[in-house]
């Protein structure tokens, strides 16, 4: 089993940056990740995914595509979301996912908070 924990979410102005991480408690080179959000009354989606290796497979909603850039540190067990020109749109919390095969984990999620 992996727990992971994300960090780095907070109170930004629009316009801003934010970067969070998402640390695993044991490895993470098997695992496909991801990073989710929720905002208030609406379903969780999909904001970005990376495949194992890395260096392909990264897919974006339509909304982050240029915006957003997930990464991972597979010697750190990490995964990042560098989030840039936020807006207060993508006020949410935000989730990072791991999977691979019957495996679905999910972190406790931390808040971000857009301000106009």
């Known amino acids: 089993q992996v727990q992971l924990v994300e960090s780095g979410g907070g109170l930004v102005q629009a316009g801003g940056s934010l970067r969070l991480s998402c640390a695993a408690s044991?490895?993470?080179?098997?695992?496909?990740l991801a990073w989710y959000r929720q905002a208030p009354g609406k379903q969780r989606e999909l904001v970005a995914s990376?495949?194992?290796?890395?260096?392909?497979?990264?897919n974006y909603a339509d909304s982050e595509k240029g915006r957003f850039t997930i990464s991972r540190d597979n010697a750190k067990n990490t995964v990042y979301l560098q989030m840039d020109s936020l807006k207060p749109d993508d006020t949410a919390v935000y989730y990072c996912?791991?999977?691979?095969?019957?495996?679905?984990?999910w972190g406790q999620g931390t808040q971000v908070t857009v301000s106009s």
């Open positions: 990376i495949s194992q290796s890395g260096s392909v497979g990264t």
């Open positions: 996912n791991a999977w691979f095969g019957p495996r679905n984990y």
């Open positions: 044991g490895s993470i080179s098997i695992y496909a």
